[in-house]
C-alpha cells in the first residue's frame, strides 16, 4: 500500500476580505475601497482571476501594513512611499526612511520584511524639551502665540517639528513674536487645500477620503515649494 503523499501548500492567497482582516486589529478603519485606491496609485499589483478577482499574497499584506503605518505615524504623502518601495523591490535599502522605520529588503516578489517600530508619539514637555533643545520660557511663548498646542499635557510630532525650527531661529534673534506671519500664512494656505479637495471631502466613501488626503499633502508641499522660491527670489534681490 502506497503511503500518502504530504499535502503540498503553496503561497497563501487571499481575497479582499480576508486581507482587512488581517489588517484591522492595527487599521481598524481600512476598508475594501483604500485598498483599491492604493492599488490604483500602483503601491500594490495583486494577481487576478481568469474572471478578475484580486487574489493576495502575503508579501502584498505587507507592503499595505508599510503604507499604511507610513501614512498613520510618519504623515508620508503616497509618492515618498512608492519610492520606498521601488527602490524595496530593486533590492535596495531605501534611503532617508523616517526614524524608527527598519526595512530588510528581500528579492523582487518575495515576502517583503518589513518591521515598523514606531507609533504615533506623544511627548511630554520634559520630552519636548530635550528632543528640540527648547527653553522653558521658549516653549510657553510658542504656547501662548498658538505656534504649538497640546493635548491632555503632552504634544504630537508637528509640536516637536516646530520647535525644532523656533530654536534655530531664536539663534538668529527672531522669537515667537515675530513668527506669527508664519502663522497667518499657514492658516490661508490650509484654506487653499481645504478649497481645492473639498469636492472630494463632500463624499463619504472611502476611496474619496483616501483621494483628499492624498492631493491634500500633495498641494501642501506644492505650495511649501511655491513659498521658498518666493522668499529665495526676494533674497537674491537684497543689497548686500
Given at each position: 500500500?502506497?503511503?500518502?503523499?504530504p499535502?503540498?501548500?503553496?503561497?497563501?492567497?487571499?481575497?479582499?476580505?480576508?486581507?482587512?482582516?488581517?489588517?484591522?486589529?492595527?487599521?481598524?478603519?481600512?476598508?475594501?475601497?483604500?485598498?483599491?485606491?492604493?492599488?490604483?496609485?500602483?503601491?500594490?499589483n495583486?494577481?487576478?482571476?481568469?474572471?478578475?478577482y484580486?487574489?493576495y499574497?502575503?508579501?502584498?499584506?505587507?507592503?499595505?501594513?508599510?503604507v499604511l503605518?507610513?501614512?498613520?505615524?510618519?504623515?508620508?504623502?503616497?509618492?515618498?512611499?512608492?519610492d520606498?518601495?521601488?527602490?524595496i523591490?530593486?533590492?535596495?535599502?531605501?534611503?532617508?526612511?523616517?526614524?524608527?522605520?527598519?526595512v530588510?529588503?528581500?528579492?523582487?516578489?518575495d515576502?517583503l520584511?518589513?518591521?515598523?517600530?514606531?507609533?504615533v508619539?506623544?511627548?511630554?514637555?520634559?520630552?519636548?524639551?530635550?528632543?528640540?533643545?527648547?527653553?522653558?520660557p521658549?516653549l510657553?511663548?510658542?504656547?501662548?502665540?498658538?505656534?504649538?498646542?497640546?493635548?491632555n499635557?503632552?504634544?504630537?510630532?508637528?509640536?516637536?517639528q516646530?520647535?525644532?525650527?523656533?530654536v534655530?531661529?531664536?539663534?538668529?534673534?527672531?522669537?515667537p513674536r515675530?513668527?506669527r506671519?508664519?502663522?497667518?500664512?499657514?492658516?490661508?494656505?490650509?484654506?487653499?487645500?481645504?478649497?481645492?479637495v473639498?469636492?472630494?471631502?463632500?463624499r463619504k466613501?472611502?476611496?474619496?477620503?483616501?483621494?483628499?488626503?492624498?492631493?491634500?499633502?500633495?498641494?501642501?508641499d506644492?505650495c511649501?515649494?511655491?513659498?521658498?522660491?518666493?522668499?529665495?527670489?526676494?533674497?537674491?534681490?537684497?543689497?548686500?
Amino acid at each position: 500500500m502506497a503511503m500518502a503523499q504530504p499535502e503540498r501548500r503553496g503561497p497563501q492567497v487571499l481575497n479582499i476580505g480576508e486581507v482587512l482582516a488581517q489588517l484591522s486589529d492595527d487599521f481598524p478603519n481600512m476598508t475594501a475601497s483604500k485598498i483599491r485606491f492604493l492599488e490604483e496609485k500602483g503601491l500594490i499589483n495583486p494577481q487576478r482571476t481568469p474572471a478578475g478577482y484580486r487574489q493576495y499574497s502575503d508579501g502584498d499584506v505587507e507592503r499595505l501594513r508599510f503604507v499604511l503605518a507610513l501614512q498613520r505615524d510618519q504623515y508620508l504623502p503616497l509618492k515618498v512611499i512608492k519610492d520606498y518601495l521601488d527602490a524595496i523591490d530593486r533590492g535596495e535599502r531605501p534611503e532617508n526612511l523616517p526614524p524608527g522605520v527598519n526595512v530588510s529588503p528581500r528579492i523582487v516578489s518575495d515576502v517583503l520584511a518589513v518591521e515598523l517600530q514606531t507609533r504615533v508619539r506623544r511627548l511630554s514637555e520634559e520630552q519636548l524639551r530635550a528632543e528640540s533643545g527648547a527653553s522653558v520660557p521658549l516653549l510657553q511663548s510658542l504656547l501662548s502665540f498658538g505656534l504649538i498646542s497640546h493635548a491632555n499635557g503632552t504634544f504630537d510630532e508637528h509640536a516637536l517639528q516646530v520647535a525644532r525650527a523656533c530654536v534655530q531661529l531664536e539663534s538668529h534673534g527672531l522669537e515667537p513674536r515675530h513668527l506669527r506671519p508664519f502663522q497667518a500664512a499657514a492658516e490661508r494656505e490650509f484654506g487653499l487645500v481645504e478649497r481645492a479637495v473639498a469636492t472630494l471631502t463632500s463624499r463619504k466613501d472611502a476611496a474619496s477620503q483616501a483621494r483628499a488626503a492624498e492631493a491634500a499633502r500633495e498641494i501642501s508641499d506644492i505650495c511649501l515649494s511655491l513659498h521658498r522660491a518666493l522668499v529665495q527670489d526676494r533674497i537674491s534681490r537684497m543689497d548686500i
